[in-house]
């Protein structure tokens, strides 16, 4: 298959592993990741998850980055590209992204919010239980933080591929590296710290069950960005002469580790100022608003080390933003050969107001619930436990029997060897697909 695309490209592939890595370190590895290994039993579901990544991840990552280069489009075409009858999986891949960005800004908006309390010097307010119930539930203020974080995401992806995207990768992914490591060592010398380090390295096999398991993979396509298109659309940017399977390896290894910082972060520091207890081990989703505004108050240079934390979280979500708004962008632009800035406009405007019942659904809609979900959850749920399974399994499909491995394998012998072909074949072909029926079940019927 001749690629005709004219798009613009990354420069090199350092410019393109640490742009799709921003893309892939977000709220998932620092926000959800460590919640679930603190709930989940800490180092076996580290040593779960680890294993998933480097086999069930990465044939997915592969996979899609491998087909965003070969056809050179957007994931609107791409699938339509490599056979006609799956054209309908490039509209289904195309939402998932439209989807998840507008209710994803506004947790990012709560980002904004949190950085500015350490700004103004706030700290010890938000170390109060009722703070971030307080903060959500209030209506003007949710809105200017979610405008805020949308205007700054916006305008990276109005510069453009090289210009805007990689420029801000090549500045973030270092920085947030130098940024985890410091805040986990400093959690490390903590009294008590140790004991959190052990539960969150060592696995306690008596703690393994179907849950882990299900957990670890649904955790892989928040952590790994797959199954939205955005590894479509930046494998679409990829030169052809750059190593994929070396490429996606390294994404691979930046991604975990960002995830295992977070959690060496923010576990310990658990059974330092609780003792390890079950009931903040299972606070969830909550840990990182309400538990570590906590840990930070109580803490010497705590205003210093709580604005760190939350640079690096904002650093994060941004990546995942620009990603999820750069997919959206090159669909609207293939679709309807127009400019990158009226697009851009375009997404802003639109992403904004479907953001609102999102945001307001904490508030003045609390009341408005879909299914039994609150607003933002329904469509959290609907895009992370039904919609990107359902498009992975598809792709699974496609790849392991409609088009055959090769499709893809051949686009990665391009550069050379492709060392984990055997892997890859079985697991496109047999894993993949098996797992996610697994994901989907669990989700319909409430296993996890």
């Not at 930046?254 to 658990?270: E, K, N, R, Y």
């Amino acid at each position: 298959m001749k690629k005709t695309n004219t798009k613009a490209n990354f420069s090199n592939r350092i410019g393109f592993v640490l742009a799709a890595a921003g893309s892939a370190v977000g709220m998932g590895n620092l926000w959800r990741f460590p919640y679930l290994a603190a709930k989940y039993g800490g180092g076996i579901f580290l040593l779960v998850y680890i294993i998933l990544a480097v086999t069930f991840g990465f044939s997915l990552m592969i996979t899609e980055i491998a087909i965003g280069r070969k056809t050179g489009k957007s994931p609107l075409y791409a699938y339509g590209e490599l056979h006609p009858k799956f054209g309908f999986l490039g509209i289904a891949a195309s939402a998932v992204p439209i989807i998840i960005f507008p209710y994803y800004c506004v947790i990012g908006g709560w980002v904004i919010k949190y950085l500015t309390i350490y700004v103004t010097g706030q700290a010890g307010a938000a170390a109060d239980d009722a703070y971030f119930g307080s903060f959500i539930s209030n209506t003007a203020n949710p809105i200017l933080c979610l405008f805020v974080f949308l205007f700054l995401t916006a305008a990276v992806v109005m510069f453009g591929v090289e210009k805007g995207i990689e420029r801000v990768s090549r500045v973030m992914m270092p920085l947030l590296v130098l940024l985890a490591i410091g805040i986990s060592i400093y959690s490390l010398t903590l009294d008590g710290a140790l004991e959190g380090l052990v539960y969150y390295v060592k696995p306690d096999f008596s703690q393994f069950s179907i849950k882990t398991i299900i957990a670890a993979m649904g955790q892989l396509f928040y952590s790994m960005s797959l199954a939205m298109g955005i590894m479509i659309t930046y494998g679409s940017y990829m030169r052809q002469e750059d190593n994929l399977e070396a490429s996606v390896r390294h994404i691979e290894i930046f991604d975990t580790a960002i995830a295992f910082l977070a959690g060496l972060m923010i576990i310990p520091s658990v059974f330092v100022f609780s003792g390890g207890s079950s009931e903040a081990l299972k606070q969830g989703p909550t840990l990182m608003f309400v538990m570590l505004p906590k840990v930070f108050n109580a803490m010497p240079g705590g205003i210093l080390i709580g604005f760190v934390f939350f640079v690096l979280v904002l650093f994060a979500a941004l990546t995942s933003a620009i990603s999820l708004m750069e997919t959206i962008v090159s669909i609207f632009m293939e679709k309807f050969h127009l400019g990158r800035k009226p697009v851009c406009l375009a997404v802003f405007i639109a992403s904004f107001l479907l953001a609102l019942p999102s945001t307001l659904g904490y508030g003045v809609l609390s009341n408005v619930t879909i299914f039994g979900y609150q607003i933002l959850d329904f469509f959290d749920f609907i895009s992370n436990n039904i919609a990107m399974p359902i498009v992975a399994l598809l792709t699974a499909i496609l790849i392991g029997y409609a088009v055959r491995p090769e499709a893809v394998i051949d686009e990665v012998e391009k550069n050379g060897i492709f060392r984990s072909k055997k892997l890859y074949v079985y697991m496109i072909r047999f894993v993949v697909p098996l797992c996610m029926i697994i994901i989907l079940i669990s989700s319909l019927f409430g296993i996890v």
